[in-house]
């Protein structure tokens, strides 16, 4: 049984259906990455699963355990932690602050995981009392995967990591990510960068308009020519 | 070395509360106790209540709220119905006495002791925070100003009007069957409309003597020890978690459930912890001014604490205080005391009084020019107003710069 299963969830935001009925799994321990344009569905996905757009039919299962119809609030509980779209750092509470956010749920000692996430990304460890929103776009993309670490999530769902950031500090945060893999957490990544999101991933899924049109070993994904043409400029 | 600053500046903080408490103590004790003066400062600390109450709502959760005048309104009523000889048919005529002497227990009517009276304040206001904070839950913003606001005139409305809502019948027919609740005779109503409920029944107090409306030392020290608790109630709430998960909510409300904060419950709390103050307040004010009548439950009075609270600095505790003692000596000393003959004596036929208004509408605006961020602003504000973190990709540094440094 895979880790999260999620079987044929539709989503719309009011009378427009974004999902339009979609499957995917994620085995304990694996990264994958789904790939798409703007607007096929992406966030959406993320969104049904994190509680925060409740999917109206079909089925989200958490370690077995049906999360369709959860709360957010109840849905971070059980071990899920999203890093949303655009990071949504808070921009007037310090990095500290931020951080501590992430753990609202948790009620014991955060000073073990506030080490790991300087440890993961020291450039956060520099910046502890300065404002989020006075950082630059990459080092709030690392505070909101910091963020979300905070939680000691089972399952991250990471929403575009790499948008609107400089080069070379999208290779860094995917050196993390992939850190955060081998350290046993297990990753559910969207990405229109699709060549390195799949880059990082074993496995891959193509989304286009709320359906799921090819999926298989990220590698074999790149390789393929439409997946080639439509996302990779080739 | 920065802790050493910061524990400085703490212990400076501390020095400089404990100072204030003890100027507050101390100064009726410089005044004579029937001086309008003292009065004036009566009713500041009773604003002071009030304003902190507003804080937690506005300042604390981000939740514009126009008509915080309905909770003062549920506190001095619950002082109206508990504490007057309004209801003077119930129990027959003889009246309900709950730990109440002198005067009061030998009157008809209802006349609990008055700390009774708050608790029940808190217990009514409560109840009416949550009402009319739920159906503001799934808006945002302005929609929430009109929302309250909308809930400001109807308590307003319902108290002018409360003199036509017989309420004695039905009570009598249902409540007053059960065990311990009193009928309250066939002709009562919800309210005295204009006229007003009045007297209200003095605070009485175990160990001190019976309060009187010459003597407003007593009155002074129960407000300062309401404002007390206000004081302490507002501190702890915002240095505690729910004190972030609101600071949180201000801040980006999708980013605030992502990190598992709940959104109705944590705002419910705020209402709900902004209308208890209030309460306490009111029902203070009740028994202060001696009269719970419509007129003094109008959409102005949100207004004027509003005003409070924005001078002093929208979350600041302290801002708040001081913008409320401000602001109150300005409404109850400075126009009709000291400034009110001055459009006379320039040759102009009004007063002063007559556009209050007015001039607090004047005071904000050369605040907001001036310091928009308040007199003593909360830290998060200032570097709202000074435009740090306006949206969630802006950001002051840069990758290049971050690149080429890393």
Redesign the interface.
Known sequence: MALLEVEDIRASYGMIEALHGVSLEVEAGEVVTMIGSNGAGKSTVLRSISGLTPAHAGAIRFDGEEITHLSPVEIVARGISHVPEGRRCFPRMTVRENLELGAYLRRDDLAEDMDHVFELFPRLAEREGQAAGTMSGGEQQMLAIGRAMMARPRLLLMDEPSMGIAPILVERIYETIGEISREGTTILLVEQNALQGLAAAGRGYVIETGHIVLSGPADTLGDDPKVKEAYLGA | MSSVLERARRIDQRFLVAAAILFAVLLPFFFDSGSPFMDDAVLALAYVVMALGLNVIVGFAGLLDLGYVAFFAIGAFTMGWLGSTFYSESNGGDGIHILVTGAASNLPGIHINFLLVLVAAVVFTTIAGVIIGLPTLRLRGDYIAIVTLAFGEIIGQVAANGDQIKIGPIWDATLGKLPLIPDLGSSATLTRGKLGISPVDKIDLPFMDPFTSLNSRPWYFVALGLVLLVLFVNVRLRDS?LG??W??LR??E?????????TVKTKLMAYGTGAALGGMSGAFLGSFLNTVNASQFEFLFSIFILAMVILGGLGSVWGVVIGAILLSYVNSWLIPDVLNGLPGQLGLDFDLTQVSFAIFGFILVIVMILRPEGLIPE??RK??MHG????????????????EA?
């Open positions: 978690r972030r998960a600071l949180a801040e980006d999708v980013a605030a459930i992502s990190m598992g904060i709940p830290r998060s570097q709202e740090i973190g306006a949206g969630d990709t802006a950001g002051a540094g840069t990758d290049v710069e971050l690149g890393g």
